[in-house]
Every structure is written in structure tokens, then in C-alpha cells.
């Protein structure tokens, strides 16, 4: 059974860079997956997902055997966590954590007995793994499968401490636009705005002193590297919308001979 290396690195400290898919549909996971991502993260949250795409999504990343797949649950709330790992993700990732008990709900639904409650079934969460070995797989699940919460608002930010104190909380992941916008700002991936600014660091403070792998969500590639070095490890570093739609715009305005214009918004 493969052993989950995007965990083994933020363990080891190192940086691991991921992309996005929010767009559901199996070529372009394969694509994206066989460029040298640590990992992807096929978003149920913004993306309409179906559970079967979403699974056979899951297969092609892990089959690619490069790539970790993770998904975005829609809600922190059993099915997806049951749909996505039984699929084989590697992990999930669990948006708007904003309580203590939300946070002991994730890991609870993510981990078989007896750390968690999810129910044992299903016969490719293995494969996600590159085996058929039931047994080994059922062995090993809730030391490679990875929690991953979002702190994207300011009640998860007053809740900090009771959130991250959770057994079993892998990553604390920013949602940068969801937090812009609950802190009244504008919604962006980036931004130095002082409330921003002032949030992430509380986040970095108390994740450090729980031991907690900081992640985030960024808008490119600059972004992410400027990321990794504010201390943040798990950075997405584009989607496959963005790549679309900038390459797109990109070759579109230098065909016709004019400046490439600013990105407009969030892809
Ligand atoms: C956010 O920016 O709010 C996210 O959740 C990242 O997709
Ligand atoms: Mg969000």
C-alpha cells in the first residue's frame, strides 16, 4: 500500500504543492494529474459534483500514481466523507470548521473505529491507495488519510484553540475568500488588508504551538510562493479554471496584438 507522502512531508516540514479542480470531468483530472502536483483537490463545495464523477475523478488522480486526490466536501456532513474516501481519496478537505464539535465531527466521520465512526464498506478505497489489499488498507486508513479543516471565518478564529486541539486534525487550511468576506472585506485569494492580515496570523500562532501544517488557498503560482515563504506549507497553487481561462485571455490578446489584461476574478 502506498503511504500518503503529502502527510509525510508537512510532517517532515517541507512544502507541498497542490492544484485545483473545479471543473468536474475526468480528462481534465488525468491531465492535471500528470503534471507533478503533490496533489489535487476535486472541489464538491463550488463545483456541483456527482458522487460517481467525483469517484472516478478520485481513480484517475490515484491511478496516476503521482498525485494525491483530495476532495472539497460540499458540507461537513457524513455522506461526502463516506462517497469521497470509500472512492480512495487521501483525504478530504472540510470547509467552514467553525466549532470545536464541527471539528470532532470531521475527524469522527474520516477515521474508523475506534478514533472515528466511519463505517467500514466499499471495495476501492484500497485502489485509491495502488492496492487491492482490503485488510492492510483497513490497517492503515487513519494513519494515511488526512483531515484537513478550514479556518474561513471569524467564529472559527474565536474558536481557535477548541478547533485545533482536536486529535486528528491534520492541516489548518485558509479559505482566504470565504475569510475576506466574513471579515467584511472584499473576497480574494491575496490581500494585505490589516483584519486579514492580523487573521492569518493568529492562525499561525496557534496552529504552531498545536503543531498544525498551515495551508491555503492562492490564486497562482507568485502567490503560493510567497506563501511557503510566510511559513504556509500545504498552498494550492492554481486551478485547472484559472489555467483555462488566463491561458485562454493570454493567447487571445496577444494574437490580436494588445496588452494581456489583469485577471477580472476568481476562476
Ligand atoms: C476560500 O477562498 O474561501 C476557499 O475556500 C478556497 O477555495
Ligand atoms: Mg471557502
Not at 503511504?3 to 492544484?19: I, P, Q
Not at 483530472?29 to 456527482?50: C, K, N, P, Y
Not at 487491492?132 to 487513519?142: F, G, K, P, V
Not at 485562454?248 to 496584438?257: K, M, Y
Request: aromatic letters at 8%; one cysteine or more; proline letters at 5%.
Amino acid at each position: 500500500m502506498r503511504t500518503n507522502n503529502v502527510k509525510a512531508k508537512l510532517k517532515r516540514g517541507e512544502v507541498s504543492a497542490g492544484g485545483w479542480l473545479s471543473i468536474g470531468n475526468i480528462a481534465t483530472a488525468r491531465l492535471m494529474s500528470r503534471i507533478g502536483f503533490d496533489w489535487l483537490t476535486i472541489d464538491a463545495e463550488h463545483t456541483a459534483q456527482h458522487p460517481e464523477l467525483m469517484a472516478a475523478m478520485v481513480a484517475t488522480v490515484a491511478d496516476s500514481q503521482v498525485c494525491a486526490p483530495f476532495v472539497r466536501v460540499p458540507t461537513n456532513s457524513v455522506e461526502w466523507f463516506k462517497w469521497a474516501l470509500d472512492a480512495g481519496a487521501w483525504g478530504v478537505i472540510v470547509p467552514m470548521v467553525n466549532t470545536r464539535e464541527e471539528a470532532e465531527r470531521a475527524v469522527s466521520w474520516a477515521k474508523y473505529p475506534p478514533q472515528g465512526t466511519r463505517s467500514i464498506g466499499g471495495v476501492f478505497a484500497q485502489y485509491g491507495f495502488g492496492t487491492t489489499n482490503r485488510s492492510e488498507y483497513a490497517a492503515n486508513a487513519n494513519d494515511e488519510i488526512m483531515v484537513i479543516i478550514q479556518i474561513e471565518s471569524p467564529t472559527a478564529l474565536e474558536n481557535l484553540e477548541e478547533i485545533l486541539s482536536v486529535p486528528g486534525i491534520d492541516v489548518a487550511f485558509i479559505g482566504p475568500n470565504d475569510l475576506h468576506a466574513l471579515l467584511g472585506l472584499t473576497p480574494s485569494s491575496e490581500g494585505a488588508e490589516p483584519e486579514f492580515v492580523a487573521a492569518l496570523e493568529k492562525v499561525k500562532e496557534v496552529a504552531g504551538r498545536y503543531n498544525i501544517p498551515l495551508g491555503i488557498f492562492c490564486s497562482n503560482g507568485q502567490a503560493a510562493l510567497q506563501r511557503t515563504k510566510e511559513g504556509f506549507q500545504m498552498v494550492s497553487t492554481i486551478s485547472d479554471t484559472s489555467c483555462l481561462a488566463l491561458a485562454a485571455t493570454q493567447n487571445l490578446w496577444v494574437a490580436r496584438g494588445n496588452d494581456i489584461p489583469e485577471p477580472t476574478g476568481l476562476y
